[in-house]
């Protein structure tokens, strides 16, 4: 049997939207609980607990306890990465110290929240070139995936390749929707590379800019 509660509120159809193909869970219960900040997801705490023993059942192990936590908070340095961008060039973080930098981690190219996301930080890119600042996108599609996507739609900002989803896993980014979904997580560092802002929701995907604007006019 599984115990849920999920401080989400959205009805099922708006979810599923945005989904990919749901991976098999194990007969585990789960209790998962999300922690409230500036969005709806911050972030999933999941913990896995023992089945229920059962007549034939001779398991006697001790319950075992895992946690998806963020490894970057508020205050730090993330980790370095250099990654490749939609034209096959290497880029990595240390380019940008010295301006604010906004790195935004989304599910994929071409989906409808990501699409709707990347066109708002295109239409907003002039004030956060006024703010002095770069922004970064990043997911796990490849160069020509990335290159087709920005020529489509115009995008005027860096998309980075994250093949494997190595420095999603390194930054430690939530997933959502019981980890079938990759996270779609903002940072908003300082000139100094320091985080000054995590912004996590998955379901409203424009909010990202609103909350990083705001955030980079009051540095």
Same mark, same amino acid.
């Given at each position: 049997m599984?115990?849920l ?5 959205h ?15 194990n007969s ?17 705490k999941?913990i ?22 963020? +490894?970057?908070?508020?205050?730090s340095a993330?980790? %370095? =990465? !250099?990654?490749?961008?939609?034209? $096959?060039?290497? #880029? ?6 010295g ?12 989906t409808?929240?990501c699409?709707?996301?990347a ?13 002095g600042?770069e922004?970064?996108?990043?997911s796990?599609d490849?160069?020509?995936?990335? +290159?087709?996507f ?5 995008l %005027? =900002? !860096?998309l980075l390749?994250?093949? $494997?989803?190595? #420095? ?6 939530p997933g959502?929707?019981?980890g ?20 996590n ?7 990202h ?5 705001k ?5």
């Amino acid at each position: 049997m599984a115990s849920l509660s999920v401080s989400v509120k959205h009805s099922l159809p708006s979810l599923l939207q945005y989904a990919q193909t749901p991976k098999n869970l194990n007969s585990h219960n789960l209790t998962i609980v999300s922690k409230s900040s500036q969005s709806q997801l911050y972030g999933l705490k999941v913990i896995h607990l023992p089945s229920f023993s059962t007549p034939s059942s001779s398991s006697s192990s001790s319950p075992t306890r895992t946690s998806i936590v963020a +490894k970057v908070n508020k205050g730090s340095a993330p980790p %370095p =990465f !250099t990654l490749k961008d939609q034209d $096959g060039k290497n #880029v990595s973080l240390s380019k940008f110290k010295g301006k604010p930098v906004v790195v935004y981690f989304y599910p994929a190219d071409e989906t409808p929240g990501c699409t709707k996301q990347a066109c708002a930080f295109r239409d907003s890119y002039e004030k956060f070139k006024k703010a002095g600042a770069e922004v970064v996108g990043i997911s796990g599609d490849d160069p020509a995936s990335h +290159k087709a996507f920005a020529k489509k739609y115009r995008l %005027p =900002f !860096t998309l980075l390749c994250d093949e $494997g989803n190595k #420095v999603r896993k390194e930054w430690g980014i939530p997933g959502d929707l019981f980890g079938t979904l990759p996270g779609r997580q903002t940072y908003v560092l300082d000139k100094n590379g320091v985080v000054q802002l995590i912004y996590n929701n998955q379901f409203q995907p424009e909010k990202h800019i609103d909350e990083t604007l705001k955030l980079l006019q009051s540095l």
